[in-house]
């Protein structure tokens, strides 16, 4: 039947010198997974996590691909690789990788096991970025290779090392291995050391906010912009602001790596004087209620 797409998931992955290992793989031993709902009572991580797949895979990628592990061995027996995908709106999926089935670890009971799957390598440059059709007459979550997946759109969230691209300071939004990533990137430290910035901090997992602000202070020598203020916080997640080092020093780093997120409100100029930047500052410290119901304390 002529096709009605200008390409497959399958010609986009295989054939392309991603992987040679994957390029020569039996067909008839690759399989199509589709992610969806929560994660199920009986798995072996849901003391840990019981909420959204997608969300697990967002938050806590390595307890993602813990729970990915655990396979029923009927679905396994004759299955070298794993083409995975995250169901979005409708019948659309969300490209997540290529991963290799080294065989089962150890039996879980009642005919699941816990195999060795890991990721593999020459695919990042489509991972996250590459959405498809699934099919509404299809919807069974695994599938044979050979049941062509129309690519609906390849888009654009950042580049191969999971930094995203700059586009203006309004637009910033970074979690904290983004944030480490971006204050050690060349382009990135470009913009940040050129400008100061009044930035807020919102911690997804209540809703609380900080508000800080950036600007030169002659007595520390601090000069260079957002990114002197950042990279303390790429570094400790807190910054030094009080109510934030109270908050990880009970619940540890991995609440910042998990809750913890940087935008910028309003950009300044590279010579903005004290009293201007702590002006503005205080103005959306007001505009927010950061003092009473978030982190500012003052």
């Not at 890991?118 to 979550?141: A, C, H, M, N, Q």
């Not at 400008?195 to 800080?212: E, F, H, R």
Request: contains cysteine.
């Amino acid at each position: 039947m002529e096709k009605n797409y200008i390409i497959s998931i399958q010609d986009l992955l295989k054939g392309r010198n991603r992987n040679a290992a994957f390029d020569k793989a039996n067909e008839k031993r690759i399989k199509l997974i589709r992610h969806s709902g929560n994660v199920m009572t009986n798995s072996i991580i849901y003391k840990d996590y019981d909420g959204p797949v997608y969300k697990l895979y967002l938050t806590n990628y390595e307890l993602f691909l813990k729970w990915q592990q655990e396979q029923a061995d009927s679905r396994m027996k004759d299955v070298d690789y794993l083409i995975v995908f995250l169901a979005e709106e409708g019948c659309e999926c969300r490209f997540i990788g290529v991963f290799r089935n080294y065989g089962p670890l150890k039996s879980t009971g009642k005919g699941v096991s816990v195999y060795d799957i890991r990721e593999e390598e020459g695919f990042k440059v489509l991972k996250d970025k590459v959405v498809i059709e699934w099919g509404k007459g299809t919807l069974s979550w695994m599938q044979n290779w050979t049941t062509e997946k129309e690519v609906k759109r390849i888009e654009q969230k950042g580049d191969i090392d999971g930094i995203p691209p700059f586009s203006r300071y309004e637009d910033v939004i970074l979690n904290l291995a983004q944030l480490r990533k971006v204050v050690e990137n060349k382009d990135w430290k470009s913009k940040l050391e050129s400008l100061n910035c009044v930035y807020l901090i919102l911690d997804k997992a209540t809703g609380k906010q900080y508000v800080g602000v950036t600007y030169k202070d002659v007595r520390l020598g601090v000069k260079n912009g957002i990114l002197s203020r950042w990279t303390e916080y790429a570094s400790t997640g807190h910054g030094n602001n009080k109510m934030l080092v109270d908050l990880l020093s009970k619940k540890g780093i991995d609440y910042a790596e998990k809750n913890f997120q940087w935008t910028i409100l309003e950009t300044l100029p590279l010579n903005v004087t004290p009293k201007v930047a702590i002006d503005r500052e205080t103005l959306y410290k007001e505009k927010f209620g950061t003092r009473e119901t978030g982190y500012n304390e003052n």
